[in-house]
């Protein structure tokens, strides 16, 4: 832990997937993530970056965010004002994968958006990033253009 890190922050991957949102919802959905971070650091790997999948539907992030801006409470409120919905309107539901938790929202019967941390709930820098590398590798055909 530097001298500059805190504990309600953590530095690591997220990665964010369009399921059924249309490209306005998706890019205010979009543009509220690449905000977060510590967008001021003197740490150039603080500073939020992404990278974005070959079809534009998923974008993977990195930066030192603070937890509770990347909670399911505060994904699921940035949801419901996208739609301009009460929060109790958008559920969600949890599941692991080899990656990190992944959540997915949904909003009048239909998926909406998928989040996965990589490298688990409370990771550090190294365990998220070998995640995110690894699900690139394995995706590779969506994250890589051909050779």
């Known amino acids: 832990m530097s001298i500059e890190d805190r504990e309600d922050e953590v530095h690591c991957y ?4 369009n399921l059924n949102l249309t490209a306005p919802q998706k ?7 690449k905000a977060l971070g510590r967008n001021d650091s003197g740490q150039p790997c603080h500073r ?11 974008m993977i992030f990195e930066a030192l ?9 505060a994904v699921k409120q940035r949801l419901a004002d996208i739609f301009s919905v009460p929060v109790a309107n958008v559920t969600h539901t949890t599941a692991s994968t080899v990656y990190g ?3 997915t929202f949904r909003y009048n019967s239909q998926n909406k958006a998928r989040l996965v941390q990589f490298g688990g709930v409370t990771p550090t820098w190294d365990e998220s990033r070998l995640a995110a590398l690894q699900y690139v590798k394995d995706n590779q055909a969506a994250w890589e253009p051909a050779a």
């Open 27 to 33: 890019l205010t959905l979009l543009d509220g993530i």
């Open 48 to 58: 939020n970056h992404w990278r974005i999948r070959l079809d534009n539907e998923a």
């Open 14 to 17: 997220l990665g964010v997937e």
């Open 101 to 103: 938790p992944l959540v």
């Open 65 to 73: 965010f603070e937890i509770e801006r990347i909670s399911i409470a």
